[in-house]
């Protein structure tokens, strides 16, 4: 069946391009993800790990393209949201990376779980440190 080999295919495509985060891995971690977003272009954790890749590369306008990418496709993801923060963090870009850090927080304070809670607590964490206009350690 097609969707399921394309959902293997996904999924392995995706799990190779984790193991390949060593920097000297990282063309062939590009390829293995351009393959799993060529094979659904609304995956938003696709091109966030992509973008991930393009930001260990220094390729920051790539990465920041990437991840509006993801948001256009799932900005209701407090997960993608907390990684936009995080970028933008440490681009030393503090006004966009407070407000993805409160879109996260806000989407994460509803839930109410375990996970979330110190999830949340590391945002909280990470607000404090942008209004002092620090970087995470």
Same mark, same amino acid.
């Given at each position: 069946?097609?969707?399921?080999?394309?959902?293997?295919?996904?999924?392995?495509?995706?799990?190779?391009?984790?193991?390949?985060?060593?920097?000297?891995?990282?063309?062939?971690?590009?390829?293995?993800?351009?393959?799993?977003?060529?094979?659904?272009?609304?995956?938003?954790?696709?091109?966030?790990?992509?973008?991930?890749?393009?930001? =260990?590369?220094?390729? @920051?306008?790539? +990465? !920041? &393209?990437? /991840?509006?990418? #993801? %948001?256009?496709?799932?900005?209701?993801?407090?997960?993608?949201?907390?990684?936009?923060?995080?970028?933008?963090? =440490?681009?030393?870009? @503090?006004?966009? +990376? !407070? &407000?993805? /850090?409160?879109? #996260? %927080?806000?989407?994460?304070?509803?839930?109410?779980?375990?996970?979330?809670?110190?999830?949340?607590?590391?945002?909280?964490?990470?607000?404090?440190?942008?209004? !002092? &206009?620090?970087?995470?350690?």
């Amino acid at each position: 069946n097609n969707l399921a080999m394309t959902t293997l295919l996904k999924g392995t495509f995706l799990l190779e391009g984790r193991y390949e985060y060593d920097p000297q891995q990282i063309e062939s971690a590009k390829r293995i993800l351009s393959k799993a977003i060529a094979l659904d272009k609304n995956n938003w954790l696709t091109k966030s790990n992509m973008a991930v890749l393009e930001t =260990t590369a220094q390729n @920051f306008t790539a +990465a !920041e &393209k990437l /991840y509006l990418e #993801a %948001l256009s496709s799932s900005g209701e993801s407090a997960e993608l949201q907390y990684r936009v923060g995080n970028f933008y963090h =440490t681009q030393k870009d @503090f006004v966009k +990376a !407070e &407000k993805h /850090y409160q879109q #996260a %927080l806000k989407k994460l304070s509803a839930l109410r779980t375990p996970a979330s809670q110190k999830r949340v607590e590391d945002i909280e964490t990470r607000l404090k440190l942008v209004t !002092e &206009k620090q970087l995470p350690q």
